[in-house]
């Protein structure tokens, strides 16, 4: 009788323990945690082959144990600062009205963001963004305000159409025909991730967009959700290429939520991209990449087509890294 008494006792402890939520969870594959890692820190990662010169920069302040927020500013305004990017800043290729037009957002761990768009006459967007971000209970500054509110913070005017990019914007003006082209117009963006030696995420994303864009067209980079997300207690992530068509998936925001769920960044980044395809029916001439960090410092990137890369910089590594990809010809 005894016996029988345990028996049913341990039965019930089982039952009601079948009914707790953990326990009622279904698990399914690319769902479950992660195993604790030992976490990699510092760590920056970037967009592109500009990020490399930019990596320099934000690896300078992370190894003097500097905030990653500090960093991912200063890696990405060498980029803005670069007459020769001509997709970034500085030298960026201009709108079809001939005006150089910037976007940028920055994110801390603290998901305290700033952004501006449609930022005209200034070098360094992203560090306007940080003001917008510290100094207003806002979030994003357009067009006429943001720059505005840029001056009144000292930052210079400037005009930010080269000899180069002007002369280029006129050779296109004699056909005026828009027609994105894989890999280099649609490379508009620097963004850029980053773990300091405390384990705290940032990240900045910083634009002048596709090339002879209408004028007043705002891609994805300054929107948070989608050219980029931080969640200190997940991950990070980032996109390049084709704007709307992330603006129209939430891209970044998403990514980090598949890592919440327990994605490795890889494969969330590839769930990204599928999804992008998916919801559009004409590929042609459509790039999109995603790159993502987790909080242990596990990387990786994924695109549409071949030709993305990233920078990558840590202790030991310092190297420009072909992402995977879904097709090879557009």
């Given at each position: ?84 990017s001509t997709s970034v800043g500085f030298g960026g ?238």
């Amino acid at each position: 009788m005894t016996k029988r008494r345990d028996f049913l006792k341990l039965s019930a402890l089982a039952g009601a323990a079948a009914l707790t939520p953990s326990a009622c969870k279904i698990e399914t594959p690319g769902e479950r945690p992660a195993k604790s890692k030992k976490s990699i820190k510092p760590i920056v990662i970037s967009t592109w082959q500009h990020g490399m010169a930019a990596n320099k920069a934000a690896w300078d302040i992370l190894v003097n144990k500097g905030a990653a927020l500090d960093a991912v500013e200063a890696g990405v305004r060498v980029t803005e600062s670069d007459p020769l990017s001509t997709s970034v800043g500085f030298g960026g290729l201009p709108d079809r009205d001939g005006k150089v037009t910037l976007d940028a957002c920055i994110m801390d761990h603290k998901n305290q963001c700033g952004a501006v768009a449609f930022l005209q006459d200034i070098e360094n967007p992203i560090s306007v963004a940080r003001k917008v971000m510290e100094d207003t209970p806002h979030v994003m500054l357009v067009g006429e305000g943001a720059l505005q509110f840029a001056l009144e913070k000292g930052f210079p005017h400037k005009n930010l159409l080269t000899d180069k990019a002007e002369k280029a914007w006129k050779e296109w003006l004699k056909k005026s025909n828009y027609q994105p082209v894989i890999n280099r117009e649609n490379h508009d963006t620097i963004g850029m991730l980053a773990i300091d030696a405390n384990g705290n995420l940032a990240g900045a994303c910083t634009t002048s967009g596709m090339a002879y864009k209408l004028h007043g067209r705002v891609g994805d980079s300054p929107i948070i959700g989608a050219g980029l997300f931080v969640d200190n207690e997940v991950g990070a992530a980032c996109a390049t290429g084709v704007g709307e068509a992330v603006i129209r998936t939430a891209g970044s925001a998403i990514i980090v939520e598949m890592m919440r769920n327990g994605m490795s960044p890889a494969a969330a980044c590839k769930e990204a991209v599928l999804r992008v395809m998916k919801k559009h029916s004409d590929l042609k001439n459509l790039q999109v990449g995603f790159l993502a960090l987790n909080r242990n410092g596990e990387y990786g990137a994924y695109s549409i087509y071949k030709g993305f890369n990233f920078a990558l910089r840590t202790d030991t590594e310092e190297s420009l890294v072909n992402a995977k990809f879904e097709l090879t010809n557009a």
